[in-house]
C-alpha cells in the first residue's frame, strides 16, 4: 500500500496563482488510483476562488460552459488521434471524435463536470496564455492511455471572457512548457 499527495504550481498570471493537486495511491489492485485536482489561488483575496470571476457568465450548460467543454473536448480528441488510440479505425476528425458518448459523458458543459482546470503560464509576464485542462486516468479513457493535459488558448474562448478575464490572458504558450 502507498499514498502519495503533490503539488504543483503551473502559472501565475497577476494576482491568479494555479496549482495542481495529485493523489496517488495503491491498494494492490492492477492499477493505482490517481486523482487530479486545480487549485485557483487569489493572491489579493488571500483565498481560494474558482473560474467564474474570469468569464462573463458561468451557468451550467450555459454558453461559456457549453464552448469550454467542447473546446476541452476537442483538445483531448486530438490528444487521442496522436497517440493513435483509435489506430485501424476509420480516420476521424478530432471534431468528430470529440462527440462520442464517452467524451460527451466525461467533460460536461459544466463548472463541476467539465474536469480540472489550471491557468496556462504565457510567455506575457503577468498574464495566462489559456486554460490548461486536467484528466486522470479514467477519466476521458482507458488506463492504458493515461492521463491528459489540454491547453487551450486565450483566443478560442476570449468572446466569453469578462472584464477581469481580458486582463488575465494574454500572449503565447511558453515552448517548454
Known sequence: MSYELSYARVSVAGRFVSVRRVDDSYSGGAHGNLELE?????RLAR???????LFKETADGGPTMTAL??????AV?????????FAGETARTAEQVAEDEELTRAIEPRLL?????????????GKSA???????RYRVGAHV??????FVHWSEFRE????EGLATFGGDRPEDD
Open 130 to 136: 489559456g486554460l490548461v485542462f486536467h484528466y486522470g
Open 145 to 150: 492511455e493515461g492521463g491528459y493535459a489540454e
Open 77 to 85: 480528441a486530438r490528444e487521442k488521434i496522436e497517440r493513435g488510440v
Open 113 to 125: 463536470g467539465i474536469g480540472p482546470i489550471a491557468l496556462a503560464p504565457s510567455r506575457e509576464p
Open 47 to 53: 483565498k481560494r476562488i474558482g473560474v467564474r470571476p
Open 160 to 163: 466569453l471572457l469578462s472584464p
Open 38 to 42: 486545480t487549485i485557483l489561488w487569489d
Open 69 to 74: 467543454a467542447r473546446l476541452a473536448r476537442v
